[in-house]
């Protein structure tokens, strides 16, 4: 099977968490929210959204994204890869080759990563290409849904698991 983690920074949407935390459980993946939230977890468009399936949810909570790090060094005691979702990317979903264990890392819907975030990760920032150039950004859920399905999808067709 393969496990994935889903990192959220300071998501603000809770319907849009809801979404996301119902497609990890669904495909048995980890969902780390990081920082403040724009909702508390007990919110109920929050659980709405994620119907009855919280109790499948592998949910880890982290005061940073440094954190985050840390924690999952210790905890999986293997090197990962982690990839930053970003309009501001050069690199493009389609050109990334994800593993087993791979983090998806997203901003808050409304400004994305501050610039010195950016700056500091900017080796592991990605993008999801879109060909009109008249929309800013996709919704967050969608954002989640597209690059863990593409990822799924490599992993699978690779053949390792």
């Keep these: 099977m ?6 959220l920074i300071n998501p603000l949407i809770p319907q849009n968490t809801g979404n996301i935390a119902r497609l990890c459980a669904a495909n048995d993946f980890d969902l780390h929210l990081i920082g403040k ?26 005061d940073s994204f ?12 293997l090197p990962f890869n982690f990839f930053v979702f970003t309009k501001k990317a050069n690199k493009d979903l389609f050109e990334i080759r994800f593993k087993d264990g791979d983090a998806l890392v997203f901003g808050p819907e409304d400004n994305g990563f501050s610039s010195d975030f950016l700056q500091k990760y900017n080796i592991h920032t990605v993008k999801i290409p879109m060909q009109a150039a008249n929309v800013r950004s996709l919704n967050l859920s969608s954002a989640v849904a597209i690059s863990s399905y593409e990822a ?10």
Excluded: M
């Design 2 to 7: 393969v496990k994935l983690k889903i990192v």
């Design 37 to 62: 939230l724009g909702f508390s977890l007990e919110d109920k468009q929050l659980k709405r959204a994620g119907l009855d399936y919280w109790e499948y949810v592998k949910l880890f909570r982290h």
């Design 66 to 77: 440094e954190d985050f790090l840390n924690n999952e060094n210790e905890y999986v005691n």
């Design 152 to 161: 799924l999808r490599q992993i699978k067709n690779s053949g390792i698991i």
